[in-house]
């Protein structure tokens, strides 16, 4: 008892502040309140097999107040496959300096008891008895002290959770709340709130809102959360307001989480366990977790009575271990005991893997209160990915490899498919560190013929570090795809020279690279990437060389995984999201009503200010005739040579201190006499041409801003502009308050005068006014310019704006202009962190969700590697964590197409060989399918079509395709290049348009 009050002490120690660097994209998930509620948490793990060693990876990474180990069990061979205390906690040490991590200790036959778990608010058993859950749990459901268990036995998974009679929630969804403006609420007993009708309010039934800005019924203002029903899109009731004032105008409804106090999990396990409450991972399974239920409590009895598990493919076993489960539930399925009983001394990292994100992001949420918790048996399974061939007791059997656990699942033959297999994983970011760790484990591509291929252009930065598990403090600024291929080879031995590494990106610019012949020699792709466009390229190319695609991705707790398999499933780019929803120019530029408006302006500022003019100006100097052929082609020509004059002569600063002159007149013009002008033009009482007050629904009437250096906000846009301005010119900045202060203080600031007759626009299609001058103005305008052969060699440096460096004033700059402007309106601020979420267009990330997805990936891998071809054995996934939530689907088959008799899908081509004349390509359509060419294309050039002249029509019909296309684009076809893509445009005898597949040409 000593000890552990030792270490009760131990860990009471004082919570730092939260390292915003680190943990940038998890906050974006989880918050700052439930991260100080983690980081006050002590979890306790036990049993660090392969699925604990997981689970504490997921929480070290989290950043939780201490995680403790226990399992003094001596490590086997079969944990290299997956990974005990004492050798795990150095590695788990590593990933997060926040996080002590401790060996309980213990002695080997010792199993955890009371008295060794109390110290602690999160407790998770990993492979413990039902004996050990149940008596663990007794005593955790009776002292307030959060529960989970877990196994993983082969293809199989199985959690547990229980958080107490009473488990307070603070956020359910984690979902962002809502907000929107009103225009009316009816003063009677159901209070009928009606918004604005440009966008629908999303609220739900059940839900609660306050309200701020509402004139005339002003009790709402504040007011405690209202409990709403909803009534349609626009509409919904927010109870009695019959007793309020009449509503005038204005106003925005704001939704309130409340918290929730989830009952559901006051069983224990000892009740649990006579009347279940499933989670259902897939409803095409809906009957199984019942079986599942009563089959992992006929392991441990099994266990128990023989003194060890049922012995891999074995059928005496199965037959002795399958009564033990009907005795439980006679209902239960024969088939999937027998194969729960064949696969239960298998260790699949897979699996692991989505137990292992699943289980952590449980104990987090039990940490944090965040997230709706797991209710309250969960049991997975992926039967669907055990070879078609099922193998044979004795390929089954140990032999005394680290893969001794995937082989007791799958057989020692398709343990070599696994080792002879060749991928290329494209991103080594959070998913490619994911993807590389289960390869490793799972011994992909370490037989003789086997590799390994890795590309990623980014290098190592401190946020990366948070999810990205294989990079350490030490890595950062190197390339991820060398770091990531040297950890997992660590991990891996066997992977020594199996793993090639690049850091090109994909695209047509490295078409040489990835040429057909590295295509020709893979098995198939894995795209671990971060944007669309590259994940759509890449798609094309699978298309073009017939590989199976394995696509997934994350956001927050949320993760999807897409199976692309040739001639079977349509493919990544055959379905694509809603664009995002844009916000018009007039509403950043005059109209803001949102602080999403305020940072989209002060994020095209940014560029306006340090980036755009620095172009314009070191083009000025480098380009002959840049300023000529400017003024010809460009609609702002007065904008531009003021633009240069300003940035090359008027306002060049030659010190620092001029910088801080600049910045202050920036504050000026932007805050004060913009919106000066903007009131001039249009007065706060200004009517529309119905009479109505112009400034009124969406269209907030600003205020200009006096500057006063002892406002922070205020002095916070000085030190930044100034700073990013002495940048453009390279001059030394400076941070020190009080020489800001000094210098803003004593400018004198010219006298605004507002203009008359100035044009505002109002709406999207209003036409933006341009100053016009005529060209003798403009002319002495271009006068003050110095000749750029006075300056040889003096250039300025544009800004690149970098949303993850602290110190360099991009995100201060965006977060203060931001704030400024939103001062203007009236609009509540954002603080740094939400500010530089919404200007870097960060995407939320945790490491639960990413480890979880990963596994799903993988699992799909062992089919394509098994050479599956039927479209119901392939699964595509959607997980949200926060829910929790699974869902899978077949993937949806590639759409058939039909021209004339011919069917064929987007997987089909027709293929030209050795390079034939354009003559000759026409009269095959023609003579085959009795189709007419009307237009033949390659890339952007058009090569042939019906209207083409005479002369240049006999030119180009006896040209060899290679030589066409050379001759039309004018440039020679690169060296690697073996095919050409081609467009045609047929026609068959009735003159209809008729679409076939695409066309390749071998040169």
């Given at each position: 008892?000593?000890?552990?009050?030792?270490?009760?002490?131990?860990?009471?120690?004082d919570e730092?502040e939260?390292?915003?660097?680190?943990?940038s994209?998890?906050?974006?998930?989880?918050?700052?309140e439930?991260?100080?509620?983690?980081?006050?948490?002590?979890?306790?793990?036990?049993?660090?097999?392969?699925?604990g060693?997981?689970?504490?990876?997921?929480?070290?990474?989290?950043g939780?107040k201490?995680?403790?180990?226990?399992?003094p069990?001596?490590?086997?061979?079969?944990?290299?496959?997956?990974?005990?205390?004492?050798a795990?906690?150095?590695?788990?040490?590593?990933l997060?300096?926040?996080?002590?991590?401790?060996?309980?200790?213990?002695?080997?036959?010792?199993?955890?008891?009371?008295?060794?778990?109390?110290?602690?608010q999160?407790?998770?058993?990993c492979?413990?008895?039902?004996?050990?859950?149940l008596e663990?749990?007794?005593?955790?459901?009776?002292?307030?002290?959060?529960?989970?268990?877990?196994?993983?036995?082969?293809?199989?998974?199985?959690v547990?959770?229980?958080?107490?009679?009473?488990?307070?929630?603070?956020d359910?969804?984690g979902?962002?709340?809502?907000?929107?403006?009103?225009?009316?609420?009816d003063?009677?007993?159901?209070?009928l709130?009606?918004?604005?009708?440009?966008?629908?309010?999303?609220?739900?039934?059940?839900?609660?809102?306050?309200?701020?800005?509402?004139q005339?019924?002003?009790?709402?203002?504040?007011?405690k959360?209202?409990?709403?029903?909803?009534?349609?899109?626009y509409?919904?009731t927010?109870?009695?307001?019959?007793?309020?004032?009449?509503?005038?105008r204005?106003g925005?409804?704001?939704?309130v989480k409340?918290?929730?106090?989830?009952e559901?999990?006051?069983?224990?396990?000892?009740?649990?366990?006579?009347?279940p409450?499933?989670?259902?991972t897939?409803?095409?399974?809906?009957d199984?977790?019942?079986?599942?239920?009563?089959?992992?409590?006929?392991l441990?009895?099994?266990?128990?009575q023989?003194?060890?598990?049922?012995?891999?493919?074995?059928p005496?076993?199965a037959?002795a271990?399958?009564?033990?489960?009907?005795?439980?539930?006679?209902d239960a399925?024969?088939?999937?005991?027998?194969?729960?009983?064949?696969q239960?001394?298998g260790?699949?990292?897979?699996?692991?893997?989505?137990?292992?994100?699943?289980?952590?992001?449980e104990?987090?949420?039990a940490?944090?209160?965040?997230?709706?918790?797991m209710v309250?048996?969960?049991?997975?399974d992926?039967?669907?990915?055990?070879?078609?061939?099922?193998?044979?007791?004795e390929d089954?059997?140990?032999?005394?490899?680290?893969?001794?656990?995937?082989?007791a699942?799958?057989?020692?033959?398709f343990?070599?498919?696994?080792?002879?297999?060749?991928?290329?994983?494209?991103g080594?970011?959070?998913?490619g560190?994911?993807?590389?760790?289960?390869?490793?484990m799972?011994?992909?591509?370490?037989g003789?013929d086997?590799?390994?291929h890795?590309?990623?252009?980014?290098t190592i930065?401190?946020?990366?570090?948070?999810?990205?598990f294989?990079?350490r403090?030490?890595?950062?600024?190197?390339f991820?795809?060398?770091?990531?291929?040297?950890a997992?080879?660590?991990?891996?031995?066997?992977?020594e020279?199996?793993i090639?590494?690049?850091?090109?990106?994909?695209?047509?610019s490295t078409?040489?690279?990835?040429?057909?012949?590295f295509f020709g020699?893979?098995?198939?792709?894995?795209n671990?990437?971060?944007?669309?466009?590259?994940?759509?390229?890449?798609?094309?190319?699978?298309i073009?060389?017939?590989k199976?695609?394995?696509?997934?991705?994350t956001?927050?707790?949320?993760?999807?995984v897409?199976?692309?398999i040739p001639?079977?499933?349509?493919?990544?780019?055959?379905?694509?999201?809603?664009?995002?929803?844009?916000t018009?120019?007039?509403?950043?530029?005059?109209?803001?009503?949102?602080?999403t408006?305020?940072?989209?302006?002060?994020?095209?500022?940014?560029d306006?200010?340090?980036?755009?003019?620095?172009?314009?100006?070191?083009?000025?100097?480098?380009?002959?005739?840049?300023?000529?052929?400017?003024?010809?082609?460009?609609?702002?020509?007065?904008?531009?040579?003021?633009?240069?004059?300003?940035?090359?002569?008027?306002?060049?600063?030659?010190t620092?201190?001029?910088c801080?002159?600049?910045?202050?007149?920036?504050?000026?013009?932007?805050?004060?006499?913009?919106?000066?002008q903007?009131?001039?033009?249009?007065p706060?009482?200004?009517?529309?041409?119905?009479?109505?007050?112009?400034?009124?629904?969406?269209?907030?009437?600003?205020?200009?801003l006096a500057?006063n250096?002892?406002?922070?906000?205020?002095?916070?846009f000085i030190?930044?502009?100034a700073?990013?301005?002495?940048?453009?010119?390279?001059?030394?900045g400076?941070?020190?308050?009080?020489?800001?202060?000094?210098?803003?203080?004593?400018?004198i600031v010219?006298?605004?005068?507002?203009k008359?007759?100035?044009?505002i626009?109002i709406?999207?299609?209003?036409?933006?006014?341009?100053?016009?001058?005529?060209?003798?103005?403009?002319?002495?305008?271009?006068?003050k310019?110095?000749?750029?052969?006075?300056?040889?060699?003096?250039?300025?440096t544009?800004?690149?704006f970098?949303?993850?460096?602290?110190?360099?004033h991009?995100?201060?700059?965006?977060?203060?202009?931001?704030?400024?402007?939103?001062?203007?309106?009236?609009?509540p601020?954002?603080d740094?962190?939400?500010t530089k979420?919404?200007?870097?267009?960060?995407?939320?990330?945790?490491?639960?969700?990413?480890?979880l997805?990963?596994?799903?990936?993988?699992?799909?891998?062992?089919?394509?590697?098994?050479?599956?071809?039927?479209?119901?054995e392939?699964?595509?996934?959607?997980v949200?964590?926060a829910l929790?939530?699974f869902g899978?689907?077949?993937?949806?088959?590639?759409?058939?197409n039909?021209?004339?008799?011919t069917?064929?899908?987007?997987?089909?081509?027709?293929?030209?060989?050795n390079d034939?004349?354009?003559?000759?390509?026409?009269?095959?359509f023609?003579?085959?399918?009795?189709?007419?060419?009307?237009?033949?294309?390659q890339?952007v050039s058009?090569?042939?079509?019906?209207?083409?002249?005479?002369?240049?029509?006999?030119?180009?019909?006896?040209?060899?395709?290679?030589?066409l296309?050379?001759?039309v684009?004018k440039r020679?076809?690169?060296?690697?290049t073996?095919?050409l893509?081609v467009?045609v445009?047929?026609?068959?005898?009735?003159?209809?348009?008729?679409?076939?597949p695409?066309?390749?040409?071998?040169?």
């Amino acid at each position: 008892m000593s000890d552990t009050a030792n270490l009760a002490a131990k860990m009471d120690i004082d919570e730092a502040e939260i390292d915003e660097g680190l943990y940038s994209r998890q906050l974006y998930v989880l918050g700052h309140e439930a991260m100080k509620k983690m980081a006050a948490s002590n979890v306790l793990i036990v049993g660090l097999n392969g699925l604990g060693a997981e689970i504490a990876k997921n929480v070290c990474l989290a950043g939780v107040k201490s995680v403790t180990l226990y399992d003094p069990e001596p490590v086997t061979l079969q944990d290299l496959s997956s990974q005990r205390a004492a050798a795990t906690l150095p590695r788990l040490s590593e990933l997060n300096a926040y996080v002590p991590v401790r060996n309980l200790g213990g002695r080997s036959g010792q199993e955890i008891s009371v008295d060794m778990i109390q110290p602690f608010q999160v407790v998770v058993l990993c492979g413990a008895s039902y004996e050990k859950q149940l008596e663990i749990n007794d005593w955790t459901h009776a002292n307030g002290v959060h529960f989970i268990s877990a196994e993983a036995r082969g293809l199989f998974g199985s959690v547990f959770n229980d958080f107490g009679p009473k488990f307070t929630c603070v956020d359910t969804t984690g979902e962002q709340a809502l907000t929107g403006m009103i225009v009316s609420v009816d003063k009677d007993k159901e209070g009928l709130v009606t918004c604005l009708d440009e966008t629908r309010h999303g609220l739900e039934d059940g839900d609660f809102v306050t309200f701020t800005e509402v004139q005339g019924m002003e009790e709402l203002n504040g007011c405690k959360p209202r409990k709403i029903s909803v009534k349609g899109p626009y509409t919904f009731t927010i109870g009695d307001t019959s007793d309020f004032g009449d509503y005038t105008r204005g106003g925005i409804f704001h939704q309130v989480k409340m918290p929730k106090i989830i009952e559901f999990a006051s069983k224990s396990l000892r009740e649990s366990l006579k009347s279940p409450e499933f989670f259902i991972t897939d409803f095409a399974k809906f009957d199984r977790p019942a079986t599942l239920h009563a089959g992992f409590q006929a392991l441990s009895r099994f266990k128990k009575q023989h003194q060890r598990l049922p012995r891999a493919r074995n059928p005496d076993d199965a037959a002795a271990f399958v009564p033990l489960a009907k005795k439980i539930d006679a209902d239960a399925d024969e088939k999937v005991l027998t194969e729960l009983a064949y696969q239960a001394t298998g260790d699949l990292s897979p699996i692991i893997a989505v137990i292992g994100g699943f289980v952590a992001q449980e104990a987090l949420k039990a940490c944090s209160a965040k997230f709706h918790p797991m209710v309250q048996h969960m049991f997975f399974d992926s039967l669907e990915s055990l070879p078609s061939t099922l193998p044979t007791e004795e390929d089954c059997k140990p032999i005394g490899s680290r893969y001794d656990g995937q082989i007791a699942v799958f057989g020692k033959e398709f343990q070599e498919k696994i080792a002879g297999h060749r991928q290329f994983l494209v991103g080594a970011g959070a998913i490619g560190c994911e993807m590389l760790k289960n390869w490793s484990m799972m011994g992909l591509a370490t037989g003789p013929d086997g590799k390994i291929h890795v590309t990623d252009l980014d290098t190592i930065e401190k946020s990366n570090l948070n999810r990205q598990f294989l990079f350490r403090p030490k890595d950062l600024g190197k390339f991820k795809s060398e770091v990531a291929a040297a950890a997992v080879s660590e991990m891996n031995p066997a992977l020594e020279g199996h793993i090639l590494c690049k850091q090109e990106p994909v695209g047509q610019s490295t078409e040489n690279v990835f040429d057909d012949d590295f295509f020709g020699a893979l098995d198939g792709v894995t795209n671990a990437l971060d944007n669309v466009a590259a994940r759509q390229y890449m798609d094309q190319r699978c298309i073009l060389y017939e590989k199976p695609l394995l696509e997934s991705g994350t956001m927050g707790t949320k993760g999807n995984v897409q199976v692309v398999i040739p001639h079977l499933t349509e493919s990544y780019s055959s379905s694509q999201d809603p664009p995002e929803k844009q916000t018009l120019s007039c509403t950043v530029k005059n109209f803001p009503n949102a602080i999403t408006h305020t940072i989209e302006w002060a994020r095209q500022e940014f560029d306006a200010m340090f980036v755009k003019p620095i172009e314009s100006v070191n083009q000025y100097l480098s380009e002959p005739n840049y300023l000529e052929n400017s003024l010809k082609y460009s609609g702002q020509q007065r904008e531009l040579v003021e633009q240069i004059v300003s940035y090359l002569v008027s306002n060049r600063p030659l010190t620092f201190e001029e910088c801080i002159v600049w910045a202050r007149l920036q504050f000026e013009e932007k805050f004060n006499n913009a919106i000066r002008q903007l009131l001039h033009s249009l007065p706060k009482d200004h009517l529309t041409s119905t009479g109505q007050p112009f400034w009124s629904g969406p269209k907030r009437a600003p205020d200009p801003l006096a500057f006063n250096s002892s406002d922070p906000a205020h002095l916070a846009f000085i030190v930044a502009a100034a700073n990013l301005h002495a940048f453009n010119y390279g001059l030394r900045g400076e941070t020190d308050p009080s020489a800001f202060k000094k210098v803003a203080d004593s400018i004198i600031v010219p006298e605004f005068m507002p203009k008359s007759g100035v044009k505002i626009q109002i709406n999207e299609n209003d036409t933006v006014e341009r100053a016009t001058s005529d060209s003798d103005d403009l002319n002495d305008l271009v006068k003050k310019l110095p000749p750029p052969s006075s300056l040889a060699g003096f250039r300025l440096t544009p800004v690149e704006f970098e949303k993850d460096d602290d110190t360099n004033h991009h995100i201060d700059f965006i977060t203060a202009a931001s704030n400024l402007r939103a001062l203007n309106y009236k609009i509540p601020v954002a603080d740094r962190h939400a500010t530089k979420q919404i200007a870097g267009k960060i995407i939320p990330a945790i490491a639960t969700t990413t480890a979880l997805v990963v596994g799903l990936v993988c699992l799909e891998l062992y089919k394509i590697i098994d050479g599956k071809r039927k479209l119901e054995e392939y699964k595509n996934g959607f997980v949200n964590l926060a829910l929790p939530f699974f869902g899978f689907s077949e993937p949806i088959a590639a759409t058939k197409n039909k021209f004339g008799n011919t069917e064929w899908t987007l997987w089909d081509r027709i293929e030209f060989n050795n390079d034939p004349t354009l003559k000759e390509f026409i009269q095959w359509f023609r003579s085959t399918h009795a189709l007419d060419v009307t237009m033949v294309s390659q890339g952007v050039s058009m090569l042939w079509s019906s209207f083409t002249d005479r002369k240049k029509s006999a030119e180009r019909l006896p040209m060899k395709f290679s030589k066409l296309v050379e001759h039309v684009s004018k440039r020679p076809i690169p060296p690697h290049t073996k095919h050409l893509l081609v467009e045609v445009m047929l026609m068959d005898e009735e003159g209809e348009d008729v679409e076939v597949p695409f066309i390749l040409v071998r040169i």
